[in-house]
């Protein structure tokens, strides 16, 4: 079992940064590949970025590529997804997911475990 907890959220200016971390607990997590996805108010959850188990491989959402970076330090359990020239259209609950795979997935279905969530807001 592995239990996530997000943190690092908050209230932003348009084109400012955010740095957001995921906590995991259990001795997997170095063995897992990570991923955050987000949920805009009434809509849908989807993919932002993911990282493979040794951070060698990252894959990115096309309305963050260039913007965002996810890393991870497996020494911390920690991941990270550092936001930088945020927009409005960013405003979401930011959701941590491991899955019980190497390799990156951008499939919700997919997760194995998830986090509570950390709300980011980006004023205009």
């Known amino acids: 079992q592995v239990q996530l907890v997000e943190s690092g959220g908050g209230l932003v200016q348009a084109g400012g940064s955010l740095r957001l971390s995921c906590a995991a607990s259990g001795r997997t997590f170095g063995t897992y590949a990570m991923g955050w996805f987000r949920q805009a108010p009434g809509k849908e959850r989807e993919f932002v970025a993911a990282i493979s188990w040794n951070g060698g491989s990252t894959t990115y959402a096309d309305s963050v590529k260039g913007r965002f970076t996810i890393s991870r330090d497996n020494t911390k359990n920690t991941v990270y997804l550092q936001m930088n020239s945020l927009k409005p259209e960013d405003t979401a609950v930011y959701y941590c997911?491991?899955?019980?795979?190497?390799?990156?997935?951008?499939?919700?279905?997919?997760?194995?475990?998830w986090g509570e969530g950390t709300l980011v807001t980006v004023s205009s």
């Open positions: 997911a491991a899955e019980k795979s190497r390799w990156p997935s951008s499939h919700l279905q997919d997760m194995d475990y």
